[in-house]
């Protein structure tokens, strides 16, 4: 079945550094790829997406490339602010078995220091 | 626009009672779904809705849990008897319509069962 499988955490960096959060996937069909993103006591926003292969999702600074070849959608920013501190959740949303449900990684917890 | 409303905030119980929680997506939204995120992990889909039918229950303990979106509007999660496994936050989320678009949060409710 499908599953999207991130980095532990937690991250903790300096702020300015720059930020990679690893994610893969496996899924059956072709799937749409997301990074959401969770503040202390608040729901999950969506962050970015990418919904084929080789497109770039980006937002606020961040950004992720759909790579089939390796079925991989790392997230990346040039400089974390502490504003930052957040976790974060890669996940799938396929629609090959009809409705389009979405699958989330465990998350990756980063903190960053000023 | 408005976001998912979701209500109650918190909530404690004690085992073997039950719960009821709500959720008003964002106006206009076909597709809505009920989470369940346990502390650490990342959200597991319980439940989703296609405007009042149901599109995925497969992970959803019938015999504990039941949801309706009878109007295709909002939607009542409901637990009886609950565990204390059940102790988790509850996430309503909603989307355009079945496809790729991303989901739309609501914050949450804390639910504790002592």
């Known amino acids: 079945g499908n599953s999207v499988t991130q980095m532990e955490g937690p991250v903790t960096l300096s702020e300015e550094a720059f930020l990679t959060i690893n994610c893969t996937y496996t899924?059956?069909?072709?799937?749409?790829l997301f990074w959401y993103v969770q503040y202390p006591g608040e729901g999950l926003q969506l962050l970015l997406k990418?919904?084929?292969?080789?497109d770039k999702g980006s937002n606020k600074g961040f950004e992720a490339t759909y790579r089939k070849e390796t079925t991989s959608f790392h997230l990346e920013k040039g400089s974390v602010q502490v504003s930052d501190s957040a976790v974060y959740f890669c996940?799938?949303?396929?629609?090959?078995?009809?409705?389009?449900?979405?699958?989330f990684g465990a998350g990756t917890r980063l903190f960053v220091k000023a | 626009e408005a976001g998912v409303a979701q209500s109650p905030r918190y909530k404690i119980i004690e085992k073997r009672q039950s719960v009821a929680f709500w959720c008003n997506p964002i106006?206009?939204?076909?597709?809505l779904y009920w989470y369940q995120q346990i502390l650490g992990q990342g959200p597991k889909l319980l439940i989703q809705?296609?405007?009042?039918?149901?599109?995925?229950d497969s992970q959803l303990p019938k015999d504990r849990f039941s949801a309706e979106r009878l109007k295709g509007v909002d939607s009542t999660l409901k637990i009886q008897p609950a565990k204390l496994e059940d102790s988790a936050v509850y996430l309503c989320?909603?989307?355009?319509?079945?496809?790729?678009?991303?989901?739309?949060f609501g914050s949450g409710t804390r639910l504790t069962v002592v």
């Open positions: 989320a909603s989307s355009l319509d079945l496809g790729p678009y991303g989901y739309t």
């Open positions: 899924a059956t069909g072709y799937p749409s």
């Open positions: 990418a919904t084929k292969a080789d």
């Open positions: 996940a799938l949303s396929d629609g090959s078995t009809g409705g389009f449900k979405t699958i």
């Open positions: 106006s206009g939204h076909a597709t």
């Open positions: 809705f296609q405007n009042n039918g149901v599109v995925d």
